[in-house]
T-cell receptor
Framework: AQKITQTQPGMFVQEKEAVTLDCTYD???????LFWYKQPSSGEMIFLIY??????QNATEGRYSLNFQKARKSANLVISASQLGDSAMYFC??????????????FGSGTRLQVQP | DTGVSQDPRHKITKRGQNVTFRCDPI?????LYWYRQTLGQGPEFLTY????????KSRLLSDRFSAERPKGSFSTLEIQRTEQGDSAMYLC?????????????FGPGTRLTVL
C-alpha cells in the first residue's frame, strides 16, 4: 500500500482564490510527522508546513494551513489567496516512527498546481 | 544564511562511468540526507548521516552507490558503473537535530543523465 497518496495530479486555481491539495497517508506508528514541500520548476524543494501526529491544533504558516484529520489519515494543504508564484509541484511527505529516531521522509507523487490570472 | 548547495548542478555521463556528487549542508546542521527523484515522482530516500556516521540506508542504495561524510560537514555520493536507470535528480538535504520536527531543507539538486 502507498504510504502517501496524492490523488490530484494537477489542479487549477484562479489568482486570489483558495485551493486545497489532498494528501492521505498510511501508517500504524503512533508518532509521525507530516510535511508539505513546494517544488518550483527550478527544482529546489521548499519546506512549507509541518504537522506532528500529537499536535492538537492544525498547523498554519502564513497563507498555508494544514487540515489535519487524524482519524481519516488525511493532511490536506490549504493555500489561501493564491498568487501566480504559487504555481509549482506540491509534495506531501511523512516521517514515521519519530520516537525511534528514523529520519527518512516518504513522499507522495505530487500535485501540480497552476494559478491562473 | 547560506542554504544547502550541491555540485555539479548537471552531469552527463556515459554508461559504465563513475560519477561523484558533492553536497554542502547548512553550516550548523549536523544531519545530512540524500534522496533520488525520477521524472514525475516524489523524492525517494537513499541515506542519512548524523555528523560523520551513516545511520540509515535504503535498499535503493545498491552496491554501486556509496556515500561519505568524512568530517561531518560536506558529503559525497558516488555512483560506480552508471546505468541508464540511474538517470535522475539527486537531492541533498540537511537538518539541525533539534526537537521532533527536525525539518529537512533541500538543496537545488544534481541532475544526472546517463547516455
Amino acid at each position: 500500500a502507498q504510504k502517501i497518496t496524492q490523488t490530484q495530479p494537477g489542479m487549477f486555481v484562479q489568482e486570489k482564490e483558495a485551493v486545497t491539495l489532498d494528501c492521505t497517508y498510511d501508517t500504524s506508528d503512533p508518532s509521525y510527522g507530516l510535511f508539505w514541500y513546494k517544488q518550483p520548476s527550478s527544482g529546489e524543494m521548499i519546506f512549507l508546513i509541518y504537522q506532528g501526529s500529537y499536535d492538537q491544533q492544525n498547523a498554519t504558516e502564513g497563507r498555508y494551513s494544514l487540515n489535519f484529520q487524524k482519524a481519516r489519515k488525511s493532511a490536506n494543504l490549504v493555500i489561501s489567496a493564491s498568487q501566480l508564484g504559487d504555481s509549482a509541484m506540491y509534495f506531501c511527505a511523512m516521517r514515521e516512527a519519530m520516537d525511534t529516531g528514523r529520519r527518512a521522509l516518504t513522499f507522495g507523487s505530487g500535485t501540480r498546481l497552476q494559478v491562473q490570472p | 544564511d547560506t542554504g544547502v548547495s550541491q555540485d555539479p548542478r548537471h552531469k552527463i555521463t556515459k554508461r559504465g562511468q563513475n560519477v561523484t556528487f558533492r553536497c554542502d549542508p547548512i553550516s550548523e546542521h549536523n544531519r545530512l540526507y540524500w534522496y533520488r527523484q525520477t521524472l514525475g515522482q516524489g523524492p525517494e530516500f537513499l541515506t542519512y548521516f548524523q555528523n560523520e556516521a551513516q545511520l540509515e540506508k535504503s535498499r535503493l542504495l545498491s552496491d554501486r552507490f556509496s556515500a561519505e561524510r568524512p568530517k561531518g560537514s560536506f558529503s559525497t555520493l558516488e555512483i560506480q558503473r552508471t546505468e541508464q536507470g540511474d538517470s535522475a535528480m539527486y537531492l541533498c538535504a540537511s537538518s539541525l537535530a533539534q526537537g521532533a520536527r527536525d525539518t529537512q531543507y533541500f538543496g537545488p539538486g544534481t541532475r544526472l543523465t546517463v547516455l
